[in-house]
């Protein structure tokens, strides 16, 4: 008698797996790693790969020492490296994303049981912990974009080799990221256009307004991502930066430099997105960007660090528990269980 | 305020792919029923039928050979003319053992069947459809006299010829080609419930069945399609798109006036009612790439699965064969059960038609997705893993028991978590422990 294939029902699923969103993502940052090789040059893509080989390294390394069974194959290290990567300045040794890396993976990560039992982002805690570690070198110099004519595809590779003294060079070359003179106010078309195109300083991936709005839009379209994550998040540091123009006498002029510098974009998209650290119903995810649009404003105007994005949503990740009980799913048909209560 | 829905549907759920081309235009023809029978007497929920007849004795289409057992039970009738052999226990589509009579069948098909009611009033009505052994058809086999006399007044009836389970297309096929017959089953429902309104609902990929149902109907008796979505077909969810009214957690549809059925049972009530026909026989889908001749059959009960994969050809290629829809039907490990009146598919699905194989099975990555595609606003994955730390306390209040089972959570699922295996385990854990 013939023998057939027995399993709960249902019997037929749809095509999505977990290393095929992964591979959605790392599409979807496709277009911020050209930017970022066409304005830091090879040194960027040298950074990526090392960070995305680290990361993957460390999670094998960990499932093989702690005879777990091997999942780099969901393709999920790669994001959080490659993730991380884009936070680095174009100026970092070689040695900062082997060990920003394997903290993310290894100590955010794993030790809380591995995908989808973090708490926090990978790639957002390994940056704030390399800020903690060496402050220095992850925000004073940020790197100015390079010109590919005369050799500048090899410059950061260059300054690497000479050492530390030539990184200070750079750092003379570069004049703030648009981030810290936003107090300072002041900005002209030609200036937002750049970093709508990304032709300014900042971290790797942070540059190119343009090439994550690509990526974002591919994530939201793909239905990878919920749209009110980032539409809520960057729609409440706008309406922030709207007011505190207003306060400062020039409402609008805050609004697009708010918005297109500094990591915001990439955090609302990529980061602020994440499954495993955001709220799991609609309105707590609406909650949550509110929340890290709110918290990102008051450091950016208010705090002592001129970019606040990171910092924001590791705070909303550790909220996030809290939002999920407070804003429960009700069941279809949902009757509030009190004497003698009835709920229409 | 009054609302206008242009095109009615409930929230969440899922769209896979129809696959109903494989047998949508193969009109139903008599399936040729082998020389034995082995008709089961559980073919319902509730109570198994007492046998009714001895080894031995001589039957027609239409003896009763199963005697109902209890309010929610339902009588059991032979399917062909012939001599009953024996009683054997053996293993049901939906994994339980029950009784079944063995006939032997002597093609005769000699008939003796009730007489057929001229005065339609609401006990005659439902007498009759008790007395004909009708359960739901659409593959739920409550028995429908008890679902005819609801605990309180209702003022709606819903037939449901949704069909939204992938493959089945044997609905489709009554409403072709039994259009009148329905709607006299269903004003014979009408009478039974004494409710002056009744609306069929039909999923909109079935525009020829639309158009053949409304030459029929009337002001009463309204047709009204709705989005092709899974699973529209499901009570609460038909409720609502229809009516918009919301079953209250732990209800029944009776509680906001509403009774749902199948369109085969109104056909069967038909039967019953018009021509004292009871309920032996059906029509069955057999689908999927699996099987050579796949076609719409009207098919006696007690046929085997052996006898359809033999008739309709079933090929090597076959990974699974499915009792049901692929959403919610029974994965048989062989074809030893006997059909039916709640038999409504049997589909032959080949390895590229299920998803077993090409989808690895993973840790949950919390992206949700099961809960924002769950049709009655659960969180599967929390319940998941309330069941998997045995606390039947926390997936009792995360609602687990609302679960329809219909399987959305999993089939959107990326991570492949076998989580209406968990709701079951869950209900169970609930009902054992008695939080
Ligand atoms: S939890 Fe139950 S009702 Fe919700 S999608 Fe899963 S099977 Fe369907
Ligand atoms: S769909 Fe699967 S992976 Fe996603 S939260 Fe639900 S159980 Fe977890």
Known sequence: MNKFVVSSSPHIANRRTVSGIMQEVLIALL???????????????????????????????????????????????????????????????????IIGSAFAIVFVKMLFGGIGKNFANPAITGRVFLLLAWGALMTKPWGSPIHWSDGGAFYYFRCILKGNSAIQDVAAVTTATPLSSLTQGGYAGKDLLKMFLGATGGSLGETSA????????????????????PVTFVGTVALFALIYGGANGDALGY???????????????????????????????????????????????????????SFAILLMNILTPYIDKAFKMHPFGYVKQKAGGQKK | MEKIALKLTF????????????????????FPTPSVVSIPLSQHIGAPA??????????????????????????????????????????????????????????????????????LTAESVKARVAEAGIVGMGGATFPTHVKLSPR?????????????????????????EKTKEIFEGIKAMMVALGVKEAYIGVEDNKPEAIRALSVFATQDIRVVPLITKYPQGAEKQLIYSITQRVVPEGALPADVGAVVDNVHTAYAIYEAVFLGKPSFMRAMTVSGKGCAKPGNFWVRNGVTYQDVASYCELLPETEKVISGGPMMGFAQSDLLPSTGKGTSSLLFLTKEEVAEGD?????????????????????????????????????????????????????VCPARRPLVTSMRRAKKMIKEKGV
């Open chain 1, 31 to 97: 277009p911020a790693v050209i930017a970022s090789v066409y304005f830091f040059g090879f040194y960027a893509l040298f950074l990526e790969l090392l960070c995305v080989g680290s990361a993957i390294g460390a999670e094998a390394l960990y499932n093989k020492v702690m005879k777990r069974e091997q999942t780099i194959k969901d393709c999920s290290a790669a994001v959080t490296g490659l993730l991380l990567a884009l936070n680095l300045p174009a100026t970092v040794p070689f040695y900062v994303p």
């Open chain 1, 210 to 229: 343009l090439a994550l709005l690509i990526g974002g839009v591919y994530l939201i379209v793909r239905r990878i991502i919920d749209w009110r994550v």
């Open chain 1, 255 to 309: 609004i697009l430099p708010s918005v297109l510098g500094g990591g915001l974009l990439l955090g609302a998209f990529f980061m602020a997105t994440d499954y495993s650290t955001s709220p799991n119903t609609k309105t707590g995810l609406v909650v949550f960007a509110f929340g890290c649009g709110l918290i990102t404003s008051l450091i950016r105007f208010y705090g002592s660090y001129p970019e606040g994005v």
């Open chain 2, 11 to 30: 929230k969440r759920g899922v769209h896979p792919a129809g696959n109903k081309n494989i047998a949508k235009d193969i009109p139903l023809s008599e």
């Open chain 2, 50 to 119: 007492a046998p009714a007849v001895q080894v031995g004795d001589h039957v027609s289409v239409g003896t009763l050979i199963g005697r109902s057992s209890g309010f929610v039970s339902a009588n059991v009738y032979s399917s062909v003319s012939g001599t009953v052999k024996e009683f054997i226990t053996k293993r049901t589509a939906i994994g339980t053992k029950a009784n079944h009579v063995v006939i032997e069948n002597d093609g005769l098909y000699q008939e003796s069947f009730l007489t057929p009611l001229t005065d």
């Open chain 2, 152 to 176: 309180t007044p209702v003022d709606v009836l819903i037939i449901n010829a949704a069909e939204c389970e992938p493959y089945i297309t044997c609905d489709y096929r009554l409403c072709l």
């Open chain 2, 359 to 411: 989808k690895p099975i993973s840790a949950c990555i919390n992206c949700a997705s099961c809960a924002s595609h769950c049709p009655m606003r659960l969180m599967p994955m929390f319940i998941e893993r309330a069941v998997d730390a045995e606390d039947a306390a926390a997936a009792k209040k995360l609602h687990a028991m609302s679960c329809l089972e219909c399987g959305c959570c999993a089939y």
